[in-house]
């Protein structure tokens, strides 16, 4: 018999739990049916594109689930049989979900009891039949003979390995205890346990808790003409029973001491050679090779490593200061460059501008070089085997350098993929604007810049650089610190960058963005 339970629930009221009125035989959940109707502020509740869930939680921790009908304003839905498969108390809540928002509008709570029924319900745990249960203990007598027939052929893999399995049930529930071990790889040590030249296998003190067959043995020790010498494991035990034999010597029979780079065998000496020794292969090897181990860790390319920025003095005056730094060429040439506190600028022309550039020369030697004054004037090539290092923006008339005429210019390597744009449409940096990225590709902006037009680019950002969506704005800090003056930065999908509204001293500071990777 079908046993319909109804209930009246307005959306707009808070649900709170209540008894549900009824309790359930066990076995007997099929035959209730959940009947809610839905009213919204006393009126008609609109359930369009609504879905209604029925949810039933048992006292095992299982939730059941079913899927409500909709009629008009009424949802309804029959408690699964699973619902009431376990005694001890039932939670049942209605849920009403639309555009991704879920409202709770039922929640009851009531006992399923022990009672005659003509329905046997499988809570989901429970072997459903004795062929099923035959079945799965002859299939666990099958696992343990392979088990049986794994172990005979772990035993055949080496004699002196401790192979093990095992196959035991489980006095609890039954299932299967499975227990493995297969040997491990031949193994390296080393001490001064083991000495002489001796082929006939012999067991030492080694303090080794166990030993395997071709394990090698290195000797580590003082005496300079047993060295290196390599022993091999030729029956495996313990500290007291392995016994071993010697093989050879990594420095040949003689044990000769290692005077030069070229006598290290790199390939198998490890951790294994005295310390006097490695030390004096090294001096040998000589500054060289350092410097190459250096090269190693901090290079991932060509271009500027770090310092050489340049700028105006603090009483500017014709003169800039470049810093000290480290620089790869294009050949892979290291060079650290000294600093040039007072790198002397070319007195400017009477009527035209110019760009001068500060350069790093193929000898590794902060460098100047003049460019050409003209109403519009070009930027000069940096001399064969130089690397560029910043431009000079060196107006007519000029009697001193000011931050605001230098633009840096580096190739940077390593991980801060950093750059400086050149400025467009008549905008100046008092200090450098540079643009970095970094290795998850989040871009950042910095440099303070004074635009002369608003709303027209100031630079351009390059593939790679530029945000992942149509455009991007920022709220920026401009003037002097404290004034509070704000500037709007626009930054676009084609890589422009526009200033709106306060116009001078604009901080890039807070521009940060995802690329378009």
Known sequence: MIVNHEFTVDIQSPVKQEMLGFDIVKGDGGSHVISVTLLDNGAVADLTDTVAELYTMRSDGETVHAEMNKTDNVVSAAMPVEASAITEKIEIQVHLAKTGETLTVLNRYTTVRDGITDVIVDPGNTIPSIDALLAQIS????????????????????????????????????????????????????????????????????????AMVDDLYIYKGATDAEKTRVYRCTAGGNAATALWVYDNNWRGAAGAAITTASQLPIADAGAYFPTDNVEAALQTAGAANVAAALAIVEKAGYGIISGLAVAAQSTPNMTVNVASGVLYKADGTRQAPTANAALAVTAADATNPRIDIVYISSAGVVSYLAGTAAATPTIPSVPSGGLLDAQINVTAAATTITNTMIVMRQKLVLTENRFYPDMQNGATASTPVSVRKDADGTVFMRGILTVATSGVTVFTLPAGYRPNISEMWYKAFAGSAGAGNVADVRVMASGEVRIYGYLTGVSLAGVVFKADL
């Open 139 to 210: 299939n666990m007598e099958n696992k343990t003979a392979a088990i049986t027939g794994i172990t005979a052929e772990a035993e055949m893999l080496a004699d002196s390995s401790v192979p093990t399995a095992s196959a035991t049930p489980d006095p609890g529930d039954g299932h299967i205890n499975i227990a493995m071990g297969f040997p491990r790889p031949p193994k390296t040590w080393s001490g001064e346990a083991i000495t002489g030249t001796s082929t006939t296998p012999t067991a030492y003190a080694t303090g080794i808790t166990y």
